[in-house]
């Protein structure tokens, strides 16, 4: 359920608490009082797109942010630890906006994506809006309808992969066919170049190590002479050698380090250059020892410099990178092989075909099973709201050809009044019609919903009187097993709310500023009067609202 709603510097909001209930909460206030404030900031916390606008005048940032709790709810939970993102039982969603356009998003406090707001917030809510009934004028949404009705979104995106599966393997089969002999005179180009990088065999960092090796051999005398020469000077001449006079100069200061602390530590440092001197002179004659001129092994090795040269120029790159040539030039025939083998690659998209024809008919009869229950709950909903007459159906044509959503095509038919046929809504029913039908949809979409919070935001528009009591009743019932909120202005619906939230707007040092306050009884009352009288609110309406309220 949906917690707390915190919103800062948004709009004309400075600070906002909203702390949140279970069960059927209304909200209500006069227009422009600041009522899609509230579904904005919340909209924003679940992905919504806004720029620096958004920030109340004076203020440098905004912030909104709700706070869910999801114990309960296995599928967000599921989510949220896939990504590492779980805090005990919460989830706190959270924009900021900057004044210079700037946005970041949070998910329990860590930085996330609007597009992960999106796919959390589709596990935590569901916001119906005053202008979802022109979505009904659009073929696809009423297949969408459909399938979210019948819990039937995941075969369907899994029927969308396999067609697009199969359409990829069609193009690469049509590609295959359509380029056969371009593709194998490629092909025997890329194997005569793979041939002989093949042949040089040269493997990572191996160039790199013949040109020190070459570096060394080309230059064994001159090694030799100046590693004799150094020797002597270290340790094997007759002279005044490193050793020798390093070991003079310890055996004069050592007899005075204790009359002098200070020299300890430099007597400390003659002492670790003798060791170093003396362990480094056998180094440097084992090396000298193991230096061999080898014409022979000079002579390969210019020839596999050659080579890799030769080879470098011909593909442009430095010799050190023929490795990673042959190893894309190895990918590039292996791609070229497979798209080659025409057989497979019908065999490939036939199997892929008719895996999307399994998956197309599992949800073509699922649909098929579901429309008319999904029809039969709505027309229920619309004799309550005055429609005794209407009757609606969700005609299945088989299309054409199969598509990413199913071989079918979708559409609601709907007739209003008696002795008038089924046909398409845009063409049958008023903009009354419409919203009474929209508002039929979400009640029983809402009532098959997994989602446990769910907005109603002013979707009563255009309704009143009798209907709209009816209106408040089924939200009522909804809000016993769901956390439900409605934005109204009909007092009919605002009477039957288990709380009740109104939204003010007030004037302060110049400023205007948006708060929400949670109504006792009798706040309640005179809030319902208002809506049913006006301005003027007297005893006869405020009467009038305590019946509306004690039913």
Not at 264 to 275: G, H, P
């Amino acid at each position: 359920m949906l917690s707390l709603l915190k919103i800062s510097q948004f709009a004309i909001v400075e600070n906002l608490e909203l702390e949140c209930s279970r069960g059927f909460s209304v909200i209500t206030g006069e227009t422009g009082a600041g009522k899609s404030i509230l579904m904005d900031a919340l909209g924003l916390c679940l992905g919504d797109r806004a720029d620096g606008s958004v920030v109340r005048a004076g203020a440098e940032r905004a912030d909104v942010s709700a706070l869910f709790l999801v114990g309960h709810l296995p599928d967000a939970m599921a989510w949220l630890r896939e990504r590492e993102l779980d805090e005990d039982d919460e989830c706190t969603l959270r924009r900021t906006f900057s004044r210079d356009g700037r946005s970041r998003a949070y998910i329990n406090g860590r930085p996330a994506t609007l597009g992960d707001l999106r796919a959390i917030g589709e596990r935590l809510i569901d916001i119906h809006s005053q202008h979802e009934h022109q979505t009904l004028l659009r073929k696809d949404s009423h297949r969408q309808m459909l399938d979210s009705y019948a819990g039937l979104r995941a075969l369907a995106d899994s029927t969308s992969a396999a067609w697009r599966d199969w359409q990829q393997a069609s193009q690469r089969l049509a590609q295959a066919e359509q380029a056969g002999a371009d593709r194998s005179a490629r092909l025997e180009i890329v194997e005569h170049l793979l041939r002989e990088l093949e042949q040089l065999a040269l493997t990572p960092g191996e160039y790199e190590r013949i040109e020190q090796r070459h570096d060394t051999l080309a230059h064994v005398d001159s090694l030799q002479q100046a590693g004799a020469q150094a020797l002597m000077l270290l340790d094997e001449g007759d002279g005044d050698t490193a050793t020798r006079q390093l070991q003079r100069a310890l055996r004069l200061l050592e007899e005075h380090a204790h009359r002098a602390p200070a020299l300890s530590e430099t007597v400390e440092m003659l002492r670790s250059a003798l060791i170093q001197i003396e362990e480094a002179a056998p180094g440097l004659r084992h090396f000298l020892d193991t230096l061999e001129a080898d014409p022979g092994e000079l002579g390969r090795l210019e020839q596999r410099l050659g080579h890799c040269h030769q080879l470098a120029r011909k593909h442009r790159v430095a010799a050190a990178d023929l490795p990673a040539v042959l190893e894309a030039l190895s990918g590039e025939r292996e791609q070229l092989t497979d798209l080659a083998d025409l057989s497979r690659l019908a065999a490939q998209a036939a199997a892929l075909e008719q895996h999307y024809r399994t998956q197309a008919g599992d949800l073509r009869r699922a649909r098929t099973q579901a429309a008319e229950t999904f029809c039969s709950e709505i027309q229920t909903f619309l004799h309550g709201l005055g429609m005794g007459n209407a009757r609606l159906q969700l005609a299945m044509t088989a299309l054409d050809k199969p598509s990413s959503h199913g071989l079918d095509d979708i559409e609601f038919l709907f007739s209003a009044n008696p002795g008038q046929p089924l046909r398409p809504l845009g063409k049958v029913a008023s903009g009354g019609e419409l919203s009474r039908l929209s508002l039929a949809i979400q009640v029983v979409h809402a009532r098959h919903s997994p989602v446990p919070v769910m907005v109603f935001d002013e979707v009563d528009v255009g309704i009143g009187g009798g209907i709209a009591e009816v209106v408040g009743r089924l939200l009522r019932a909804l809000g016993e097993h769901a956390q439900v909120f409605s934005i109204t202005h009909q007092p009919q619906v605002a009477a039957r709310g288990h709380h009740h939230l109104r939204v003010e707007k007030r004037v302060r040092d110049g400023h205007t500023h948006s708060i929400v306050a949670s109504l006792s009884r009798a706040e309640r009352i005179e809030e319902i009067a208002r809506m049913s009288g006006g301005l003027t609110i007297t005893p006869e309406t405020l009467r009038h609202a305590e019946t509306l309220l004690a039913d």
